[in-house]
């Protein structure tokens, strides 16, 4: 390492902007991302220099400089990232593509295929989508970009009616370090097949820089009489364990039909968020019509939903949207799953994902929604404590769930594909008391005072996790197997957390680490431990 690293110069002839730790304006805001309020204090998202290359040329300037220095390159499109994997520290650096690659061309005249680049965020997606009354399953956050969406799966409200969005990827471009250069691989060319399949769902931004990719896309016509349900139900513990029994009873028929998503969301009330006067239950589910014309449509699906919430005059629009079993075209069904929000509490966390390949048997003899309502209750019923839910609950199982049925052709890594449940129960902290108390305690949030309120209220945080933890997975109220997704990681060391991540154990683990090796010989993408082994010594 030579001296001159301590204030490291942008890679020779490199065209974008660079902002370097202790010399640049701007770092804080250049580095932040999701997970800043998080990690922050562990040092964990503090990048060297935060480059923001302008093309081609300017990725592989900086791969060339990082090869000479013997630095790790972390990849952001978005900053979405809950662990910070898609940021670094040391002397490692950042690539920002979030600005770099946002074309978007459609490549028929039917408007059924589309090539675009990985910095367009999801609700740009969805709207391009819909002027041609087209659509594909996403995420449900609209300030998402599509980069690390795709590396992780792209997981969201159609996840069992369509499958994922890393489905519908026909191509992929990827610079690589080894060779360096550009390429596109195709998903139907047989000698592309393997890196095809590790880049979507093997270890996010650890094989190259993809920039571009190629999506086949869905008609609004093939589903004519498609149907959503949109609304905010006011939180009770009683309502919610209503609608978690509904979740459920999903899974008592291993053919119940495709058509039908169904994902429950908490928010907590928080009189610092504008659209926060009181807790909510969101619900979205959507009857997808699969068949097309002239399929039968019963209502029951919903109006067990509506019954269980306390019917129609419960019922209360989620940001200005209401929909009550209501024929709307997917393409707008979609945009009205993105949620309009960068992200749910400007606040630090503790995330917490796991899907369950337990059956509604098996959910009904542990009372798991009794079990999970009180869980809620124990921190909606103490509106002072300093803490907040982002809660979510999906099904996605059964033999007529695309989560299961697009899986077959093997040509991603993503595991667990054969999961029936989802829950993701966050928890977001602040200082506790009223909003006049936590003003006071912001005024001088270095003082003893306001540390030991904080470090207070985050072991409080950490308890309730810790608790949901051992009674959920370990006790195995919700899931007999410990299973954990990228997009939703909370694990800092992917190599010693691997068995959560990876299934067919080890043999898919290690066909990923032999091809990243091939690929990335120097460890260029690797630039924190979240990543798929061998790490480089410069990471310990």
Known sequence: MTADMNVPPPPEGFQGKNVRRGVDEGYDGAIY??????????????????IYPTDDSDVFKAIDYATEYKLGIAIRTGGHSFCGSSSTNGYNLQLDLSQTYTDFTWDNADHTQVTLGVSITLSRLQS?????????PTGQCSYVNLGGHLHTGGYGQLTRSFGLLADYVQKIRIITANPPEARWIDRN??????????????????????????????KDEDHPLSRGFRCVFPYREETLKKLLDVLIAQDDDDDTPGDYDFIISLLSKREEEEDRPMAGIVVFAQWANLRGPGQDYKSTFFDNIREAGGGRECMLPFRDILLDDEQVAMSELCSHWVFNMVREYQLPYIKRLHLSNSRSK??????????AAKRVQALEGNTEDGLYIAGQFQYCGGHQSR??????????????RDS??????????????????????????NSEESHEALKGVKQKAESWVEQNDREGVKEQRFTKQDRRLMWGSYDLDL???RQFYYDQEPRKYDELSALKQQLDPNCIFTANKFSIGPHPLRLN
Do not use: H
């Not at 989560?403 to 040509?411: M, P, Q, V």
């Not at 029936?420 to 949030?445: A, E, H, I, Q, W």
């Open 33 to 50: 991302q999701y997970a800043y309020s998080s990690y922050r204090d562990e040092g964990l998202v503090q990048p060297r220099a935060v």
């Open 128 to 136: 391009k989508l819909r002027n041609k009354k087209r659509f594909i």
């Open 189 to 218: 060319v047989a000698e592309d097949k393997e890196l095809f399949r590790a880049i979507l769902g093997g270890s996010p931004g650890n094989f190259g820089v993809v920039t571009d990719v190629t999506l086949n896309v869905l």
């Open 362 to 371: 098996d959910l009904k003899e542990k009372d798991w929604s009794t079990w």
């Open 403 to 416: 989560l299961r049925i697009k899986d077959r052709d093997n040509l991603t890594s993503l595991s667990w």
């Open 420 to 445: 029936s449940f989802g829950c993701t129960l966050d928890v977001f902290y602040d200082y506790p008391g009223t909003p006049k108390d936590r003003r006071k305690y912001r005024t001088d949030p």
């Open 495 to 497: 190599v010693t957390a």
